[in-house]
Each structure stands twice: as structure tokens, then as C-alpha cells.
């Protein structure tokens, strides 16, 4: 009984460094959603995919951030030249329905991979 | 521009009492709110969710009550227990125009129940 899980726990980069956060949903679920927390701040959205499909990336920065989640594997959330305002929790989440299908649906968490930019 | 407003960034409350966590919000589209509550090092988990249809919800111990012309909700968890101590996020959606699932959250308030 497999929640959504995300890998690796911790990661540190030097800057300038890529960094490659995984994220597998729970078992059935298509819709996979990222967020970052930043210190001292909410969780922000910013990227919703369906498999093989961005479907909603309005609040991933322009720039050195994309994400995937192809046909077979985990969902990727790829971070190209890392700098230090980088540095947050990413989590991944996943859902059942597609939005507006219903919300008996909620977002379930991974426990987020921590990022840290030296 | 802070949607989500969790003005009390931390609560204390006695165990058995009643903990009343506020929130407060400033898009009117919003329709769909949710709590959820997260301990360290983990994951945030839902706890209860209010459409704006409704102004009351109630799950066992938490009930979330909705005031759409304030536009303020707020999480009541009666009999308070030591391991609800953790911090709890408001979070919003307008199925609209963002999905159901991309959700606008609070800077979350730090609850602690003591014995």
C-alpha cells in the first residue's frame, strides 16, 4: 500500500549543478501535481502533468525548470544551473480524478525531497 | 500577492480544549477549500475539505467552518490531543479557471497541544 514516493529524500548540489527529483505516484493514479516550499512560506504550485502530458505549468519558473512524467517511470522534476534560492522542499502529489470530475479526490503527498544549494 | 492569509503563525492549546485555527482569503473565484496538516520531515496530509456551497463541515473531531461574505474559514478540533501538534495548512482552489487539484495555500499555523 504504497503512498507517493519520492526520491531522493535529501539531495545537495553545488551551484551550476543539475538537479533530478523523482517522484512515483500512488499506485493508479495518472495525475501527478509538484510544489515547492520555500523557508518560512506555503506550499506553491508549480507544474500539473498527466502521463506523457504537461497539462497545467504556470507556476514553474521560465527558466531551468521542467518537468516530465512519461509513459513508463516516475515523474521528473529536472532543476538545470542550480543557485541557492533553489533551495526548498519539493513535493510531488498525486491524484485519482481528473479536476473538475469530482473532489472526493484529494492531493496525496510524498514526504518531499529537500533540496540544498551550496 | 498572499491569496491565502494564515495571520496566527502559531497556537497553543490545552489538551481536551478546543483549537480554533483561522484563515483567510482574498480571491473571490475560490471555491473549494481544504486543510491540511503536516508534522517534520513529512508530507502534508488532508484532513477536511468545505465547497463553498456549504458552510459547515464536519469529520469526527474537525469540523471547518466557511464564511464566504468575510471570506475567512476556520479548522475546529475538539477534544484537542498532543499528536494533533503540528503545523496546519489552509489551502483554496477555483476549479474554473485552475483545476481542482492546484491549490493556493497558507503560510500554515504551528499548533501545539499541551498536557
Known amino acids: 500500500n504504497a503512498g507517493v514516493m519520492q526520491n531522493p529524500r535529501h539531495l545537495v548540489r553545488r551551484r551550476g549543478q543539475e538537479a533530478r527529483l523523482r517522484c512515483s505516484p500512488m499506485?493508479?493514479?495518472?495525475?501527478v501535481y509538484w510544489y515547492r516550499q520555500l523557508p518560512e512560506e506555503g506550499l506553491k504550485f508549480m507544474v500539473y502533468?498527466?502521463?506523457?502530458?504537461?497539462?497545467?505549468e504556470s507556476g514553474m519558473p521560465k527558466e531551468r525548470f521542467s518537468a516530465e512524467f512519461p509513459k513508463e517511470g516516475p515523474s521528473i522534476l529536472r532543476i538545470q544551473q542550480v543557485v541557492r534560492g533553489d533551495s526548498a522542499a519539493y513535493f510531488c502529489?498525486?491524484?485519482?480524478?481528473?479536476?473538475?470530475?469530482?473532489?472526493?479526490?484529494?492531493?496525496?503527498f510524498g514526504n518531499g525531497t529537500r533540496l540544498t544549494v551550496t | 500577492d498572499q491569496q491565502v492569509k494564515q495571520n496566527s503563525p502559531s497556537l497553543s492549546v490545552q489538551e481536551g480544549r478546543i483549537s480554533i485555527l483561522n484563515c483567510d482569503y482574498t480571491?473571490?473565484?475560490?471555491?473549494?477549500f481544504l486543510w491540511y496538516k503536516k508534522y517534520p520531515a513529512e508530507g502534508p496530509t488532508f484532513l477536511i475539505s468545505?465547497?463553498?456551497?456549504?458552510d459547515k463541515n464536519e469529520d469526527g473531531r474537525f469540523t471547518v467552518f466557511l464564511n464566504k461574505s468575510a471570506k475567512h474559514l476556520s479548522l475546529h478540533i475538539v477534544p484537542s490531543q498532543p499528536g494533533d501538534s503540528a503545523v496546519y495548512f489552509c489551502?483554496?482552489?477555483?476549479?474554473?479557471?485552475?483545476?481542482?487539484?492546484?491549490?493556493?495555500f497558507g503560510t500554515g499555523t504551528q499548533l501545539k497541544v499541551e498536557l
Open positions: 502529489a498525486s491524484s485519482l480524478l481528473t479536476p473538475g470530475q469530482g473532489r472526493d479526490s484529494p492531493l496525496h
Open positions: 499506485k493508479g493514479h495518472s495525475h
Open positions: 502533468l498527466q502521463k506523457e502530458n504537461i497539462i497545467d
Open positions: 480571491n473571490s473565484m475560490f471555491d473549494y
Open positions: 468545505i465547497s463553498s456551497i456549504k
Open positions: 489551502a483554496a482552489s477555483d476549479i474554473l479557471t485552475g483545476g481542482g487539484n492546484k491549490l493556493t
